[in-house]
């Protein structure tokens, strides 16, 4: 199982984000996915889930009502966008599997298999 992240890198306060997580070895749709994001010194932050169909949605309190995830399971992938990116976003983004289709879940402990990381920097 891979999970690659891709579209990190700096990015303006005030401008939007978009990452991408392309998933191989597994049957993608049958897994929910999320984002989570992590700085130096602290535990893993949820950012944001879907479930196996892309129907439901989670997301974390900082990202509530200006980000958005998606996916294509057509092309094995997820997507995060976020607009408004602030300072405070700076993290590195990680995207996780979980095998539960329905799980969606914040924890990220029911995660299965997790991407390198892809390193956001928000620019004041």
């Known amino acids: 199982v891979q999970l690659v992240e891709s579209g990190g890198g700096l990015v303006q306060t005030g401008g939007s984000l978009g990452l991408s997580c392309t998933a191989s070895?597994?049957?993608?749709?049958?897994?929910?996915m999320a984002w989570f994001r992590q700085t130096p010194g602290k535990r893993r932050e949820f950012v944001a889930a879907?479930?196996?169909?892309?129907?439901?949605?989670y997301y974390g309190d900082s990202m509530k009502g200006r980000s958005a995830i998606s996916r294509d399971n057509s092309v094995n992938t997820m997507y995060l966008t976020v607009k408004n990116v602030e300072p405070e976003d700076t993290a590195v983004y990680y995207c996780?599997?979980?095998?539960?289709?329905?799980?969606?879940?914040?924890?990220?402990?029911?995660?299965?298999?997790w991407g390198q990381g892809t390193q956001v920097t928000v620019s004041s």
């Open positions: 996780g599997a979980d095998r539960r289709a329905g799980g969606a879940t914040m924890n990220e402990d029911q995660y299965d298999h």
């Open positions: 070895g597994l049957p993608f749709s049958s897994y929910a």
């Open positions: 879907i479930n196996g169909g892309g129907g439901i949605q």
